[in-house]
């Protein structure tokens, strides 16, 4: 399996356009989640999914919305870019009981001018 | 609220030990993690602990856990230039979603 895909790695953005940061996972995995990682920060979450149709926010959702039509699928998109999400956006997936079956995808480097 | 603590930076000598600390304030964790993240990747899960344990070794990792303390160690044996990244603790309790501290870069130096 492919594990956690992320499209795609890099993207420049001018303020106020929007688009859509694609995750897929092929492990059939119920959770998945969305995180920023700014330099300093760690990792915050944004949304988070415990399957399909059901959604919930993280830390710091604003000016981010998600949805889960599927349990391979979880998009997220940014609806008018700021400067202050220029960041590395990570996607993540894990098995809802074994700690161990949790898999992060290799990040999306965007940059909103 | 949940927090994780941990220090920022670590610099050891090719073939000592690193011990790597954390501080988390939900007494309600279920597992504490350690992550490694390498230039430019995502982050890899490299070992966890069940809140109910004090110890876990994994070959060259060693894990501590004081609950008492909210206290998560990791020890690598014999670190070697390739354990040079990003080492993030994270604490999870009944959300399945992990919280992270800010990571610790660790810099081995032959």
């Known amino acids: 399996n492919a594990g956690v895909t992320q499209t795609p790695k890099f993207q420049v953005l001018k303020t106020g356009q929007s688009m859509t940061l694609q995750c897929a996972q092929d492990?059939?995995?119920?959770?998945m989640s969305w995180y920023r990682q700014d330099p300093g920060m760690g990792l915050r979450l944004i949304h988070y999914s415990v399957g399909a149709g059901i959604t919930d926010q993280g830390e710091v959702p604003n000016g981010y919305n998600v949805s889960r039509s599927t349990t391979e699928d979880f998009p997220l998109r940014l609806l008018s870019a700021a400067p202050s999400q220029t960041s590395v956006y990570f996607c993540?997936?894990?098995?809802?009981?074994?700690?161990?079956?949790?898999?992060f995808g290799p990040g999306t480097r965007l940059t909103v001018t | 609220g949940e927090d994780v603590e941990q220090s920022l930076f670590l610099s050891v000598r090719e073939g000592d030990s690193s011990v790597i600390n954390c501080t988390y304030t939900d007494s309600s964790s279920t597992y504490l993690y350690w992550y490694k993240q390498e230039p430019g990747a995502g982050l890899q899960l490299l070992t966890y602990?069940?809140?109910?344990?004090d110890m876990k070794q994994d070959q060259r990792l060693t894990v501590l856990l004081n609950k008492k303390d909210k206290h998560l160690s990791l020890r690598i044996a014999d670190t070697q230039t390739g354990d040079s990244a990003i080492y993030f603790c994270?604490?999870?309790?009944?959300?399945?979603?992990?919280?992270f501290g800010r990571g610790t870069s660790l810099i081995v130096h032959p």
């Open positions: 492990m059939n995995h119920e959770y």
């Open positions: 602990i069940f809140s109910n344990m």
């Open positions: 994270a604490e999870e309790g009944g959300s399945y979603i992990p919280t």
């Open positions: 993540a997936s894990r098995h809802p009981v074994d700690p161990d079956e949790q898999y």
